[in-house]
């Protein structure tokens, strides 16, 4: 803590002594953000305490990236994880937390399946081809607003906006390995009804020997009014994939003993309805219903020769049904109050095997309800400071209680430049597979908690140009692991995880910009020395795009990865190595031909830099792609 406290003040005291001489003007231009996943209600980012990172239509327009993980890879805090090429996972981590220690919410609804092996952690490949308008990233302990699984934070990803603004849009890019990305878009007005409907179709090519992945998606929203005071909106989605690659841990196409592939197959499907009534100028009611169907078939192989892993398959559903009542009441003089409640019923269905020579099932059923009651304050104390004061109680069916709460304040300290520091509680109750699993499982399991600290400040250089720095702190504790000589999961560790963000962006005129990340954390497992996988020191990103004129812009984007520990089972016992550092520089072009038509080349890994993913399993080397576009006027 002392070691990046003192970097932080510095940083912070230069940044004040500076800012003095910054215009009201500059300020103005973040005014008008919005963010609504880090309060119950929509709240202007000018008033937000928590560390919160926007990424809108226009930012994710610059950033040109083909997915969503490759848009997070240049945020602050946010570590992606490739686990094997295009068929693996891609697993998402902030702060140094477990990756299913991060909540994942669909335009509010939640998405993380607790019956998967990984305990619930999300694979982003699965949001990946998702036309996104807007991605909110709040990092900390969020459990007061957001329930289980925030232990480490929140990204929500929103899509565009019913309506007949929406042009028709098809978009096609293809490349090398057999790689192609076919997505069509629309919106409409249908009377009183707004509609958007996004679809489209993926293979990603076997970049990666034996790793492949395959998705076709429909997302489709409407929306529409009552009145002056009534807002309704309903979204459905549906995705269906199927995926091949070397076991986890098993060595890869490098390593691996044996060349058989895991293989799956899954179906995800969600239907949400929203209404919001305005009762009066001061007092809104918003209250959502949400349903969500995953279900997953896997068969592996196991890991050759290690027969603590055989041959083994899961048909594995998880079902979700939620509903949501908030309620805010302004109370004037710039103060809010929020209170309401929310009910979430999961439930998770496994059917599976391990083949020891022998069949041994692994069967579970498992459900679970749970309510929670919860109340905010917003209040601005004063024209230069805002303060957030949350608390929330949630309650299983099965005895489990957990109280949380979360305390933000920012201070102003001139138009451009302002402090902000943040403390709060997250919990994440056990997961389905670490309950029930016929080996591993244990029903006497807690839920895992986090107490987390951030300080940070931020600078208005200008109108487009900014700079922040964060300081933070983590603590984890009840951490579930498995334990080999017991043969079951156990809660035992306690992890602290401490670091500092610095990021920015400049706007050298109309025809460059330039945009920063770097974060460092340090990671320490109490009363243990060993390190933990997949977590680097040291991780930074820097972009810079060059409008060269109103028709073509190009990009480059250079991405730094620490030093990672990383496992393999492929010797026949646990061997664990340092994989090298990562360093991958990409370059693109756009080209708006007409006022309809556009094409993107891009090429990937311009070096052709080689490094490891995980063991055994290389990064790709230098591809390119070529994209087509056209919209209607």
């Known amino acids: 803590m002392k070691r990046y406290s003192g970097i932080v003040a510095g940083l912070i005291s230069s940044i004040a002594m500076q800012s003095t ?19 119950y209600a929509p709240s202007s980012i000018s008033a937000t305490a928590a560390s919160v990172t926007v990424l809108d239509s226009d930012a994710l327009n610059e950033l040109n990236k083909a997915q969503v993980s490759d848009a997070l890879r240049t945020l602050p805090g946010v570590l992606i994880e490739e686990q094997g090429g295009a068929g693996g996972l891609v697993a998402l981590s902030i702060r140094g937390g477990e990756g299913n220690f991060t909540k994942i919410l669909l335009n509010g609804v939640a998405l993380n399946d607790p019956t998967n092996v990984r305990g619930g952690s999300y694979d982003m490949n699965l949001l990946n081809d998702l036309e996104v308008n807007r991605i909110e990233v709040v990092k900390g302990p969020q459990s007061v607003i957001h329930g289980s699984d925030a232990l480490a934070g929140v990204i929500q990803l929103v899509t565009p906006k019913p309506g007949a603004a929406l042009r028709p849009k098809v978009s096609l890019e293809g490349g090398q390995d057999g790689y192609y990305n076919l ?39 409407a929306a529409w009014s009552i009145g002056e005071s009534d807002d309704f909106t309903a979204q459905l989605h549906w995705l269906d994939g199927d995926r091949t690659s070397y076991p986890e841990q098993s060595g890869g196409p490098r390593l691996s003993v044996s060349s058989a592939l895991e ?148 201070y102003e300290l001139t138009p451009a430049f302002a402090l902000r520091a943040n403390w709060g509680q997250g919990f994440k109750l056990p997961s389905f597979f670490a309950l029930g699993h016929a080996l591993v499982g244990n029903p006497d399991l807690l839920p895992e908690e986090a107490k987390g600290f951030d300080l940070g400040a931020e600078w208005q250089l200008s109108g487009s140009s900014v700079l922040g ?22 809660n035992r560790d ?135 576009q056209w919209k209607a006027d």
Do not use: C
């Open 21 to 39: 001489v910054a215009d009201q003007d500059r300020q103005d231009q973040a005014l008008e953000t919005i963010v609504v996943t880090e309060n």
């Open 183 to 221: 997505k069509l878009s629309t919106g409409a007005d249908l009377g009183p009804v707004g509609v958007f409907v996004n679809a489209g179709t993926r293979d990603s090519g076997e970049w990666v020997a034996g790793s492949e992945r395959q998705v076709d998606f429909i997302n489709a929203m």
């Open 263 to 410: 293989r799956s197959n899954y179906t995800s499907e969600l239907a949400a309805l929203g209404w919001v009534r305005d009762w009066s100028e001061t007092f809104r009611t918003d209250i959502k219903l949400n349903t969500l169907r995953y279900q997953e078939q896997t068969d592996s192989p196991g890991i050759v020769p290690y027969t603590s892993v055989p041959a083994n398959g899961t048909d594995a559903v998880f079902k979700q049904q939620s509903v949501s009542w908030v309620n805010t009441a302004e109370l004037g003089n710039d103060h809010s109050l929020s209170f309401g409640a929310d009910y979430r019923d999961e439930s998770g269905d496994s059917k599976g095997y391990l083949d020891f020579g022998f069949l041994i099932p692994t069967d579970y059923r498992l459900s679970r309800e749970t309510t929670g009651v919860f109340l905010q304050w917003r209040a601005r104390l004063a024209d230069d400071v805002d303060l957030n004061l949350s608390t929330r109680y949630d309650d299983t069916d099965q005895g489990q209680h957990q109280h949380t709460s979360r305390l933000g304040l920012k």
């Open 469 to 490: 720095v964060s300081w933070f702190e983590n603590r984890y504790t009840n951490l579930i692991d498995f334990d080999p000589q017991a043969f079951t999961n156990v």
């Open 494 to 628: 306690r992890v602290d995880a401490q670091g500092f963000e610095v990021w920015g962006q400049w706007q050298g005129g109309e025809k460059f910009s330039l945009n920063f990340a770097l974060t460092k954390t340090d990671i320490e497992v109490a009363g243990s020395a060993r390190e933990l996988e997949g977590r680097p020191d040291w991780q930074a990103t820097i972009g810079a795009l060059w409008v060269l004129n109103s028709d073509l812009t190009a990009r480059l984007d250079y991405r730094w990865v620490g030093e990672v520990f990383s496992s393999s089972l492929h010797t026949g016992q646990s061997f664990t190595q340092t994989l090298d550092d990562q360093r991958q520089l990409d370059w693109r072009l756009a080209w708006a031909a007409t006022a309809n038509f556009s094409m993107n080349l891009a090429i990937d890994n311009v070096l052709d830099d080689d490094f490891e993913t995980s063991v055994g399993f290389p990064n790709a080397g230098r591809t390119l792609r070529l994209g087509i």
